[in-house]
């Protein structure tokens, strides 16, 4: 579904250019649930921003969908994009956060209603699409994003950190909601994060990135069975796959540190 050959993205001018991309190369497949790691700075978002189509790649490499070259912002409406913080407007209601997309893109308000209403049972919002943002928890915030995310009905999903800001017993839990949901629909999923454990549970493979400037150091595929229990964590294979990644990881955050150090 998605490829990146030798993929740049550089800023400013030739004398003072920060490289934030480099030569990045990757495939994924159509339903895959892939995830990305990486130190900070390493360049995650902005690998992120140009697959979403909001940011221009350099004209070394090649982002490919479907197999066709995309350029000029061709990706605009062809991914779901779901950053950081859930974005709700603290106006709208429930139903009427998770419809926005639908509207932008000229859906008729009730029939968004009527399809938004349909899906509040399967993401845990059922008696609260009538609720402000102000009224839910976290955890039920970041289901109304991901639920305006789903119903823009794309078949690549985008999802930056979206459990970041959870406790660790909710963004355990709302990890294997969202892999119910997933199973469901098996929409193809590229998930940033920076928790090793998210990464594992969630993928069918995991990517580590390097320090800036990024690219991808390795490419790890998960093989632990699914439906994955939470008590998979406490199992050798999954415990051995984390020893291997954080490892990996360790290495690239000395680099950044040993940059910021430089920097500075």
Known sequence: MLELVNVWKRFGEAQAQTVAVSGVNLRIA?????????????GKSTLFNMIAGLLPPDDDGALLFGGAPQRDGQLLGKVSFM????????????LDNAILALEVEGVPRKEA????????????????A?????????GMRQRVALMRTFLFERDLLLLDEPFGAL?????????????????????TVLFITHDIDEAIV???KVL?????????????VIDLPRPRDPSIVLSPEFIGLKQRLLAEIEEESRKT???EGTAS
């Open 130 to 138: 009538d609720h402000y943002p102000h009224q839910l928890s976290g």
């Open 167 to 187: 406790d660790a017993l909710t963004r355990s839990r709302m990890q294997h909601w969202l892999l119910d949901i997933w199973a469901r629909h098996r929409r």
């Open 257 to 259: 540190f040993a940059q």
């Open 83 to 94: 950053p950081q913080r859930d974005l709700l407007f603290p106006w709208r209601t429930v």
């Open 30 to 42: 159509k339903s895959e649930f892939v995830t990305l790691v990486g130190p900070s700075g390493c």
């Open 208 to 220: 580590v990135m390097t320090a800036r400037p990024g690219t991808v150091k390795s490419e790890t």
């Open 202 to 204: 969630l993928g069918d």
């Open 113 to 128: 209603r009527d399809r938004a209403r349909a899906m509040l049972p399967e993401f845990g919002l059922t008696g609260f």
